[in-house]
């Protein structure tokens, strides 16, 4: 059992600020990427933001300087701190993890959280 535990998201203005948190529990041996996702009604799934396990990132050009992926290796927990927000910010978020739950996993599993909403104000 592996499970993702999403917090945050909410309603703020235009200009205001939110920080996701989505934390990986059960059954894990090495997580190699966790990154936050969102869709807008009418809108195909899109990659926010990512880390891998060397901590390198990558933004979409939508949220670059504006957002900040960060992870807590020992606590398998990514965060989403999102500044300056915009009313085409509006979507559900959505947390994933791709994982090996043990050493002899040959194809890493990809997990995903229950989303959680974030609407910008116009």
């Known amino acids: 059992q592996v499970q993702l535990v999403e917090s945050g998201g909410g309603l703020v203005q235009p200009g205001g600020s939110l920080r996701l948190s989505c934390a990986a529990s059960?059954?894990?041996?090495?997580?190699?990427?966790m990154g936050w996702y969102r869709q807008a009604p009418g809108k195909q799934r899109e990659l926010v933001a990512g880390i891998t396990s060397s901590d390198s990132t990558n933004y979409a050009d939508s949220v670059k300087g504006r957002f900040t992926i960060s992870r807590d290796n020992a606590k398998n927990t990514v965060y989403l701190q999102m500044n300056s927000l915009k009313p085409e910010d509006t979507a559900v978020y959505y947390c994933?993890?791709?994982?090996?739950?043990?050493?002899?996993?040959?194809?890493?599993?990809?997990?995903w959280g229950q989303g959680t909403q974030v609407t910008v104000s116009s």
């Open positions: 059960g059954t894990i041996f090495r997580v190699h990427v």
């Open positions: 994933n993890a791709r994982l090996s739950r043990t050493l002899m996993s040959m194809t890493p599993e990809n997990y």
